[in-house]
């Protein structure tokens, strides 16, 4: 029993050493939720329309992580320069696949 409290401790540390780019925020050991963003964010201007979107992604499997989920790369796909609102994507299954999307809504 030792020996394997041992051993998840250490994964955990070593996962938290790794720089991991996909973290569940949120969530019981499987998780599928959607995050508002704070209004209060300088990012954030509601007298944008929301006339077009923008998505980016970022997925991880155990330590191998792959991706970017921030606002600035979904406002580069869809080609934004102003931003409405955003939404979080968030699934997690056994914290060992996690998989954030970054939907931007502007103009």
């Known amino acids: 029993m030792k020996k394997l409290l041992t051993l998840g401790i250490l994964?955990?540390?070593s996962a938290s050493m790794t720089?991991?780019?996909v973290i569940p925020l949120k969530g019981t050991?499987?998780?599928a939720i959607t995050i508002d963003h704070v209004a209060s964010d300088p990012v954030v201007d509601n007298s944008?329309?929301?006339v077009k979107k923008g998505v980016a992604s970022a997925k991880g499997?155990?330590?191998f992580n792959t991706g970017d989920a921030s606002i600035g790369?979904?406002?580069r796909e869809g080609g934004l320069s102003k931003v409405h609102h955003v939404d979080y994507d968030v699934t997690n299954i056994l914290?060992?696949?996690n998989e954030i999307k970054t939907t931007v809504?502007?103009?």
Do not use: H, K, Q
Request: with cysteine.
């Open 11 to 13: 994964a955990a540390v």
């Open 19 to 21: 720089g991991c780019g």
């Open 29 to 31: 050991s499987m998780a």
């Open 48 to 50: 944008v329309r929301p």
């Open 61 to 63: 499997i155990i330590l």
């Open 73 to 75: 790369a979904a406002m």
């Open 95 to 97: 914290f060992l696949y």
């Open 105 to 107: 809504y502007g103009e």
